[in-house]
């Protein structure tokens, strides 16, 4: 669905220039759950902002689909002002799609993944992880198939952050999506996909990629299997920790 070919990324400002990026080689097939882990300020967002097409490689090339993406930030980004059922309808309203069929496929998306009583809640009356819920949804109901997943737990604590975990892959996965998140969570990418990318320090590159095919696919069951932890160590000391 999109691949990186020797990509280099680098900022320019008035004080000097860095590199964030140098021979990145990636790529990410349909259907597949694929996590980027690195060390911190190492160029993980960088890589979301240019699978999206945000911003351009100054060296290398990405090969791309058509496929539309939805972006799904560390906050849950919603407008406080409108109601659950408002938050998802805003990409239709913002494309010029919000037809009635339109309309229709965003709530049943909403009532199908649990949201059918809370349409005419106000953010503010929700959970951090049903807030999340509603991102999430926001993003498929504006028919992206290629969700990118700037940490999107980050902010949540760690109680609500393993069971978002474990519902937003089993959405992304019913609604047989792809998606791309970059975290620095290690067990979080271990349970969440199916396949790991290990990244330098910057300028990063990739140093490593893990099949991740244990258990059933779903987050408990990675997190409960004798394998977790040999992977988890594996990991850890790719990354230098």
């Not at 694929?34 to 290398?60: D, N, Q």
């Not at 913002?94 to 349409?119: S, V």
């Given at each position: 669905m999109i691949?990186?070919c ?18 990145l ?8 759950f694929?996590?980027v ?13 240019l ?9 290398g ?18 407008f ?7 938050n998802?309808c ?8 919000a037809?009635?069929?339109?309309k229709?496929?965003a ?17 503010a009356?929700?959970?951090?992880g049903?807030?999340?819920?509603v ?17 999107p ?18 959405i ?50 990675r997190?409960?299997s ?11 000391a790719e990354?230098?920790?």
């Amino acid at each position: 669905m999109i691949k990186f070919c020797s990509v280099d990324y680098t900022y320019h400002t008035l004080s000097g220039e860095t590199t964030a990026i140098k021979g990145l080689d990636l790529s990410i097939v349909r259907g597949q759950f694929l996590s980027v882990i690195g060390p911190s300020g190492c160029g993980k967002t960088t890589i979301l902002s240019l699978a999206a097409g945000l911003i351009a490689p100054t060296g290398g090339r990405i090969e791309r689909t058509d496929a539309r993406c939805g972006y799904m930030l560390q906050r849950d980004a919603l407008f406080p002002w409108r109601t659950v059922e408002g938050n998802i309808c805003l990409p239709l309203e913002i494309n010029g799609g919000a037809g009635p069929d339109a309309k229709a496929r965003a709530l049943a998306l909403a009532e199908k993944y649990g949201l059918k009583d809370f349409l005419k809640k106000k953010p503010a009356e929700l959970s951090g992880g049903m807030r999340q819920r509603v991102a999430l949804i926001r993003t498929l109901a504006a028919g992206a198939e290629l969700l990118l997943l700037d940490e999107p737990f980050s902010a949540l604590d760690y109680q609500t952050r393993l069971e978002v975990c474990d519902d937003v892959q089993s959405i992304i996965k019913s609604e047989k999506k792809t998606a791309l998140l970059v975290t620095h969570d290690i067990s979080e990418a271990i349970a969440l996909s199916d396949k790991v990318a290990v990244l330098s320090a910057r300028p990063a590159r990739v140093v490593a990629e893990h099949d991740v095919d244990f258990g059933d696919g779903t987050p408990k069951s990675r997190r409960s299997s004798p394998s977790f932890a040999p992977l988890f160590e594996k990991l850890r000391a790719e990354l230098g920790l």
